[in-house]
Structures are given as structure tokens and as C-alpha cells.
Nanobody, 126 residues
């Protein structure tokens, strides 16, 4: 089992950058694929980015490709989401998720993840 805690959210102007962090408990973090999702007010939770247990493969939503980068440091039990060139439509609560398994597949569906963090708010202003 793993527990996830996100941090790094905040208020930023359009065009700015933020880096989110997700700290995981437990000694088996390297056995989990991880992902980031987001949920804007009045909208469903949507996929943002994911990577495999070793970060060797990544997947991004089309809306963030070229702007966001997911990475992880298994030695620190942490996964990151670097967000650049932020847009107003990036405003949302961002959630970290983990899925057990060492495969070359980086999951994209909400239902594929076993564990979730509580979320961190990102607000992009004009």
C-alpha cells in the first residue's frame, strides 16, 4: 500500500510555471506506475500525464504536450509534474495517482489507478 501527498500548487500568472510534487510513503514506490490527473470546477477528472515505474516511458494528454513534464525520483519516493507556459484552462485541482506494477505501460485511465492523493490547487490568472 502507498500513501500519496501532493504539494507545490498555487496561484500563477498565465505563461508562468509551477512544479508539483507527490511524495509517496512506503518502501516499494519503485514498483508503482504513477500519474497526474486534474479536475476543474464543474468538470470530470481528466488525465494529464503518467509514467512507468522507472520513468522509462511517459504519456501525456494532448492538451499539455510540450508544456508539462512528468518525472520521478524513486530514491526520494517522489513524482513531479513540471508545468510551463501555463494557461487559464490549466486551472484545476491536480491529483497524483499510483498503480501497482512494473511494466512498460504508463496507465491513462482513472480506473487503472489504485491509490490517490488529496490533490493540490493550481490557479492560473490572466
Amino acid at each position: 500500500q502507498v500513501q500519496l501527498v501532493e504539494s507545490g500548487g498555487g496561484l500563477v500568472q498565465a505563461g508562468g510555471s509551477l512544479r508539483l510534487s507527490c511524495a509517496a510513503s512506503g518502501r516499494t514506490f519503485s514498483r508503482y506506475a504513477t500519474g497526474w490527473f486534474r479536475q476543474a470546477p464543474g468538470k470530470e477528472r481528466e488525465f494529464v500525464a503518467s509514467n512507468t515505474w522507472n520513468g522509462g516511458s511517459t504519456t501525456y494528454a494532448d492538451s499539455v504536450k510540450g508544456r508539462f513534464t512528468i518525472s520521478r525520483d524513486n530514491g526520494k519516493n517522489t513524482v513531479y509534474l513540471q508545468m510551463n507556459s501555463l494557461k487559464l484552462e490549466d486551472t484545476a485541482v491536480y491529483y497524483c495517482a499510483a498503480r501497482w506494477g512494473r511494466s512498460d505501460y504508463s496507465p491513462v485511465a482513472i480506473t487503472e489507478y489504485n491509490y490517490w492523493g488529496q490533490g493540490t490547487q493550481v490557479t492560473v490568472s490572466s
